[in-house]
């Protein structure tokens, strides 16, 4: 890393090394006043760079080689000026697919049963993100929302999943001996949604699976212990305040 640093400063050439496994992004420390004409710019495999000025993206460069002239730069807009003498910020955005993330609510989530009323689940997963859309990204999650590294993001992802999968077990009529197709059927919509969802903020889904869509334990026991319908409603609610 400290020969790639220190052969870029001779050369005059502004870059990232490959960034570590897990990082989100990383700012240039190359540049203090700001990005100049006639500087050159290398961008490395699974990265992108992005140049941001007063809190709004400016041009975002892919793999490759860049010689910076104003007349060749990749503005977002192209009816845009922008005079490089002005500081700025340069990013380097990690392109490739994140570690799998382990996803478990910290509830159990809450579903209704067609016969006996109130059930508790538990669920468990994982998955696993990609940035496809650099400026995108930088712009609806980086720039707009501030997540900077992907343990922010993730606890971000996390929340969605449990409120999407709250929303489906909310309006699934669903009973213990069903559980298995619920649980595919569960797994298909999230993976859509979720899909859907990430690629308005510049990402893709490529991996999400349900590991384990249960009825808690002790919900269980009950279920099969009352023979009283109205018995097990009321010992169903003792346990769920308790």
Partial sequence: MDFFKKNMLKSRWVGCPPLKTGELLRQSTQIKEGLVMGMRLAVLEEQAAAVVAEDRLVSVFLPGAYHLEQDRMPLLKPDEKYDWLFPAQLYFLNMAPAPIEPWHPQEPLLTRDAERGLVQLSLSGEYEVQVENAALFMQSMVLDRDYLDWPALHS?????LNELAISLMTHNRTVIDRLGKIREKMALILKKQMDMELRGYGMTLLNMMIHTLEVHPQMY???????DYLAYNLALSRSILD
């Fill in 156 to 160: 971000y992802l996390s929340y969605r």
């Fill in 221 to 227: 026991r009950l279920w099969h212990g009352q023979n």
